[in-house]
């Protein structure tokens, strides 16, 4: 028998001998081994086992898997995700991890804000460039990757921010495979219940789970998948970890419960959002409207190759401009003003006076974000009442 004020430091005995129907939380920093043997093969790599919380945990790792799967669903082929502590440590750990200084990255201007800033502002200092090209053109990407061969990864998102202008996947691919350097896509916005970028030979897939994977707002995380397993575990698992970027247990146990219901909320986000942006092409005080499933959108034969259903995003255009804008959001009373995404209740987004007020008018014109835009992330609400407060806030 151990004092009682040891009993108090030691945890009871693990008795337990039937399997939890639920993933549990592992809320420990560390693991414990058996024996010094078990230990070393552990450590060691000979055995599989968990070491240290920072390296991932049961839960992390569990959801790691499952992501996993889905990105693979139907493909059959091997790949391997980190979940790590958001979407912005998902990017930097997958550059970090697998470029050096002298490489280039090769991308867009109409990227998550989040990440150009990221790689003009912090990676860059690494060594790393960023240049912009029209990935949408392939005879001039296909001239820039001819032209300089320090190019080693094309990094997109599809369909993008706020337009929802979509990149053909399979071209992108290809070329980088030409000319040996990665592809990279983000593809939260759809998650891999509408896109499956692996089937379109990708490389790697970023994600911010943040936002439909978990589908309630209530955590932050991301995940890093890739198909060369030996990459991901000899390059991006160690830069993780020496970056310290892992995802915690909670995290990882609040997207696990959200993905249960993920096709379902992406079935009724793609609906509801079809049926919304139906009514606002219609409306008068409605210019245009920004959606892959209505037919005049540009991409709409690309999103339908590409997606299997057209999301929950989408944007539209007000006449009237900038005090438009204002005094739409100012009106709204069923849906709420906030700048994330993918989230079960409507979420709308005035970009010229919330993410994008510090941005100069003409930098954020080029990239389709005018006075008047306002982007909607549609929410899984009956329909009926998203529809009612966007006329009585419209009129
Ligand atoms: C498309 C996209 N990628 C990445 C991120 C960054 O994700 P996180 O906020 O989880 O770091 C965001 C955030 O809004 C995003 O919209």
């Not at 839960?59 to 979940?83: C, F, M, R």
């Not at 379902?264 to 793609?270: A, G, T």
Request: glycine share 8%; proline share 4%; charged share 20%.
């Amino acid at each position: 028998m151990i004092e009682i004020n040891s009993r108090c430091v030691h945890d009871a005995p693990e008795k337990r001998t039937t399997k939890p129907h639920q993933l549990p939380i592992y809320a420990t920093s560390s693991f414990e081994f058996d024996s010094i043997q078990q230990g070393m093969a552990v450590f060691s790599g000979q055995e599989e086992g968990h070491i240290y919380g920072r390296f991932g945990n049961p839960t992390i790792d569990s959801v790691a898997e499952k992501i996993t799967s889905l990105e693979t669903h139907g493909l059959h082929i091997p790949a391997k995700g980190i979940l790590v502590s958001s979407g912005m440590g998902a990017i930097s750990t997958l550059v970090l991890s697998v470029l050096k200084s002298g490489d280039k990255i090769l991308t867009q201007g109409n990227i998550y804000g989040g990440t150009s800033a990221l790689f003009k502002g912090f990676i860059a200092k690494f060594g790393i460039e960023t240049i912009n090209g029209d990935l949408k053109n392939p005879e001039q990407l296909e001239a820039m990757l001819k032209k300089d061969a320090s190019i080693r990864m094309i990094y997109f998102e599809t369909p993008a921010n706020p337009t929802l202008a979509c990149l053909d996947i399979q071209m992108i691919t290809g070329l980088a495979r030409q000319y040996n350097c990665y592809a990279a896509i983000d593809n939260t916005f759809c998650t891999p219940y509408l896109q499956q970028p692996f089937q379109f030979g990708v490389d790697f897939i970023v994600h911010s789970t943040t936002k439909y994977l978990n589908g309630h707002g209530n955590s932050i995380s991301g995940i890093i998948i890739g198909k060369d397993v030996e990459l991901m575990q000899t390059k991006v698992y160690p830069g993780m970890k020496l970056n310290g970027t892992n995802s915690n247990a909670w995290d990882a146990w609040l997207i696990n419960n959200g993905i249960k219901t993920l096709a379902l909320r992406m079935e009724r986000h793609s609906e509801n959002a079809l049926q919304i942006a139906q009514f606002l092409d219609k409306h008068t005080n409605v210019e245009r409207v920004n959606y892959t499933g209505l037919p005049s959108h540009p991409d709409h034969h690309l999103a339908n190759r590409q997606m299997r259903r057209h999301g929950g995003m989408l944007s539209f255009e007000m006449t009237g401009g900038l005090e438009a804008g204002k005094t739409f959001m100012n009106k709204l009373q069923f849906c709420t003003l906030a700048p994330t995404l993918g989230d079960v209740d409507t979420l709308i987004l005035h970009p010229a006076s919330m993410s994008h007020i510090s941005v100069p008018k003409d930098i954020r014109e080029a990239y389709g974000i005018t006075d008047g835009l306002v982007r909607i992330s549609v929410g899984i609400e009956d329909v009926r009442d998203i529809i009612r407060d966007l006329e009585q806030a419209l009129n």
